[in-house]
């Protein structure tokens, strides 16, 4: 008991009075039992939404990105190697001396 007490202080930052009473309400708690209406209740209060694609927010075009990978798949032309832009903002894929090569571009997030 004595460590339990200590315990609630220390990690609570109360008086060992408070302690105490805590633990003592501790010991006191009941189960209540609902009624119908309060379990219907605390479904709909605690049930999701289904809605997840309506929280979807639209992402603004990185032209940056866009440039680059315009630039690569130029410059892969020049090199005549089929570039084939997979996702305009990210990923461009080529063949080269016989090899299947896949080319991401990443973007660091900026450290704040």
Known sequence: MEEKITLYMKNLGISREEAIALIADDANDVSVELTKSQVEVVKQMTRT??????????RKPDENKRAL????ENFLIE???????TNPEREIEFDFMGSHFRLTLAKPR???
């Open 110 to 112: 900026v450290k704040e």
């Open 49 to 58: 939404t289904g809605d997840k694609d309506k929280r979807k927010t639209t």
């Open 79 to 85: 090199m005549r190697c089929d570039p084939i832009i």
């Open 69 to 72: 990978i315009t630039a690569f």
